[in-house]
């Protein structure tokens, strides 16, 4: 089973839409994970953070977190053609020797249509 | 959010030269620095992993007499990439952890080419 799953797309939604990112993990004591953004091209821009059960919201982004189904999400409002981007969803895990690593997914491609 | 700066952005050279690389965290300490690197519609690989005044660790399958890191300060890691040949050629991509919550910052990335 892969440590971080990611449908990877492409999802394409109408300018003005909800776009909803998912993803999964396996490692059930994980304790932070992330939401980056990644234009083609460009190297990765986090966009959330969420360490804790339940929604947090910044601006047109909710990160859903949900540990007991080891379930992360991303809502978009509003979605915007700038918006398209492949989606990262990255989740720390401990690597042994006092190390943490980021452990991303394959990314989710989206597109926004005008 | 903090700021992760690299340089040079894009480096061209020739096929047995080496090239360096600079990452600094700008307004943040990182005692934990990361090396990635990406071709074209791949996901990220991580290269290595450099904490301030220790050797890096390198993942499995990476040379690290090839890709030379040194993480001399809080602020600065540097990726020498050595003898480099044409399928080095690839999009390098650095990475500072702050302190608190384990947010990790990447820099704008080095596109090199080898020829």
């Known amino acids: 089973q892969k440590e971080v799953e990611q449908n990877s797309g492409p999802l394409s939604v109408p300018e003005g839409a909800i776009a909803s990112l998912n993803c999964t993990y396996s490692?059930?004591?994980?304790?932070?994970f992330f939401w980056y953004r990644q234009y083609s091209g460009k190297s990765p821009e986090l966009i959330m953070s969420i360490y804790s059960n339940g929604d947090k919201e910044d601006g047109r982004f909710t990160a859903q977190l949900n540990k007991a189904s080891q379930y992360v999400s991303l809502l978009i409002r509003d979605s915007q053609p700038s918006d398209s981007a492949t989606y990262l969803c990255?989740?720390?895990?401990?690597?042994?020797?006092?190390?943490?690593?980021?452990?991303f997914g394959k990314g989710t491609k989206l597109s926004v249509i005008p | 959010g903090a700021v992760v700066s690299q340089h040079p952005s894009w480096v061209i050279c020739k096929s047995g030269t080496s090239v360096k690389i600079e990452c600094r965290s700008l307004?943040?300490?990182?005692?934990?620095m990361f090396w990635y690197r990406q071709f074209p519609k791949q996901s990220l690989m991580l290269m290595a992993t450099?904490?301030?005044?220790?050797?890096?660790?390198?993942e499995q399958g990476v040379e690290k007499d090839k890709f030379l890191i040194n993480h001399a300060s809080l602020t600065l890691s540097t990726l020498t990439v050595t003898s480099a040949h044409p399928e080095d050629s690839s999009f390098y991509i650095c990475?500072?952890?702050?302190?608190?919550?384990?947010?990790?910052?990447f820099g704008p990335g080095t596109r090199l080419t080898v020829t």
């Open positions: 990475s500072a952890r702050t302190y608190r919550n384990y947010e990790q910052y």
């Open positions: 990255a989740v720390i895990r401990y690597s042994g020797a006092g190390s943490y690593q980021l452990t």
């Open positions: 307004d943040f300490q990182a005692t934990t």
């Open positions: 450099s904490n301030e005044g220790s050797k890096a660790t390198y």
């Open positions: 490692d059930r004591g994980s304790q932070s």
